[in-house]
């Protein structure tokens, strides 16, 4: 018996290592099955976004190598491509970030459409591109937000960037009709009236940009581009004192860091958004 004992644990060891050996394949096949799972899949986002890409900046390597290791786990998860392309937004670099939200939509477009719209109206100014995302989306979910805003708020900003004043219109109409809500009851975003003003003004009809963007500013007092925009109204309804004292208003604000009070405003411009120089430029016109 005492033979035959070490040849028995050279044996077992030689069938464990076997099996470790066997091991990584069936955790990969495990794995594959797996990455349909939503529970797995949530736990993974868990593992590398929440406890990982999320306790770094941005602008670290890490977030991108966390993002690439989800997505090598994993690479089904839209999610995983967004937060890649994220950084990449921030910074400016659209030709590296466009594929990976692409990708994005094409895995999931219910959650990920109208955000690809968002950032051709607003970041890369593809204002036919973005009317696209949103014209489909609102097919798919005709309730739907994005930014806190509804996508006929963003069509209009599309249509009222690219001239087509009459599509802009409806556009904000729809826009005010559904955040007022089938009871009538709810409150316009003070930005939907902002740019009702805006294009009143562009097409001359500037009693009712005066009262958009008087709206606005009750709801906003400190709006610098509502004041701005009213004093232009006003000046061209031949009122000097109101203008200026709209400018004076629109000038504290920008001094005091008031701005359109949009997330992103930060890392690209909003449309008809201003500075300090066109009010400068403006008090300059009506001192003339």
């Excluded at 007092?221 to 709209?246: I, T, V």
């Amino acid at each position: 018996m005492g033979k035959w004992w070490p040849l028995f644990l050279s044996l077992l060891g030689v069938a464990q290592v076997g099996h470790a050996q066997q091991q990584p394949a069936q955790d990969q096949a495990a794995l594959a099955k797996d990455c349909s799972n939503k529970v797995y899949q949530d736990s993974l986002v868990a593992r590398y976004l929440d406890r990982g890409a999320h306790r770094v900046s941005y602008l670290s390597p890490q977030w991108a190598q966390y993002c690439d290791s989800l997505i090598a786990a994993c690479p089904t998860i839209a999610y995983a491509y967004q937060q890649k392309a994220m950084p990449l937004i921030k910074c400016g670099d659209y030709a590296k970030a466009f594929p990976l939200i692409d990708q994005a939509v094409a895995l999931d477009v219910n959650r990920w459409l109208a955000y690809r719209g968002f950032l051709k109206c607003i970041f890369t100014k593809d204002y036919a591109g973005a009317l696209t995302d949103f014209r489909r989306v609102a097919q798919l979910k005709p309730q739907g937000r994005e930014m806190d805003h509804t996508y006929a708020f963003f069509m209009g900003l599309c249509n009222l960037e690219m001239g087509k004043y009459k599509d802009a219109e409806a556009d904000f109409a729809e826009d005010m009709r559904l955040q007022l809500g089938a009871d009538g009851r709810g409150e316009i975003h003070f930005n939907t009236l902002l740019y009702a003003g805006v294009l009143a003004l562009k097409k001359k009809q500037y009693p009712q940009a005066q009262t958009h963007l008087e709206r606005c500013l009750k709801a906003y007092s400190q709006h610098p581009e509502a004041n701005y925009y009213l004093a232009l109204a006003y000046q061209a309804q031949g009122k000097p004192a109101l203008a200026r004292q709209h400018l004076a208003a629109s000038q504290r604000a920008l001094i005091g860091g008031y701005r359109l009070n949009e997330d992103n405003i930060y890392y690209a411009n909003y449309p008809g958004q201003i500075t300090e120089f066109e009010v400068i430029q403006a008090q300059k016109k009506l001192a003339d």
